[in-house]
C-alpha cells in the first residue's frame, strides 16, 4: 500500500467517526400523527400495525411518545414469573386471566 492511500483511509476514517450523533425529540407533528394513528388502532387491526411500524421506526421518539400514554408497570420478578407460567397453563381460564393480567 503507498503512504497517500494509508494517510487517505486515516483521514477518511477519522472524519467519519467524528460525525456528532443528534438525539431524536418528539415534535409536535410526530405526536400528532402518532395521537392519530392511537385513536386508529383502537379499531382496526390494520391502524395497529401501521402504528406499531411507525413506533419501531423511531424507537427514541417512540419511547417519549409512550412515556406519556402508559401507565407505569408495577410488577415484580416473582410476579412476572407466576404470569409467565400462567400463560403455558393447559386451564382456559387460568391462561387467559393471566394474558389480561
Keep these: 500500500m503507498s503512504v497517500r492511500l494509508v494517510i487517505a483511509i486515516a483521514l477518511l476514517a477519522g472524519t467519519a467517526t467524528a460525525a456528532p450523533v443528534l438525539e431524536a425529540k418528539l415534535t409536535k407533528e410526530q405526536a400528532d400523527e402518532f395521537d392519530r394513528l392511537w385513536d386508529a388502532a383502537k379499531w382496526r387491526a390494520a391502524d395497529r400495525v401501521?402504528?406499531?411500524?411507525?413506533?419501531?421506526?423511531?424507537?427514541?421518539?417512540?419511547?417519549?411518545?409512550?412515556?406519556?400514554?402508559?401507565?407505569?408497570?408495577?410488577?415484580?420478578?416473582?410476579?412476572?414469573?407466576?404470569?409467565?407460567?400462567?400463560?403455558g397453563s393447559d386451564d382456559e381460564k387460568v391462561w387467559k386471566k393471566a394474558f389480561r393480567d
Design 50 to 87: 401501521h402504528l406499531y411500524c411507525r413506533l419501531v421506526k423511531q424507537p427514541t421518539v417512540a419511547v417519549e411518545y409512550l412515556t406519556g400514554h402508559l401507565p407505569p408497570m408495577k410488577l415484580s420478578e416473582a410476579e412476572a414469573k407466576e404470569l409467565i407460567e400462567a400463560l
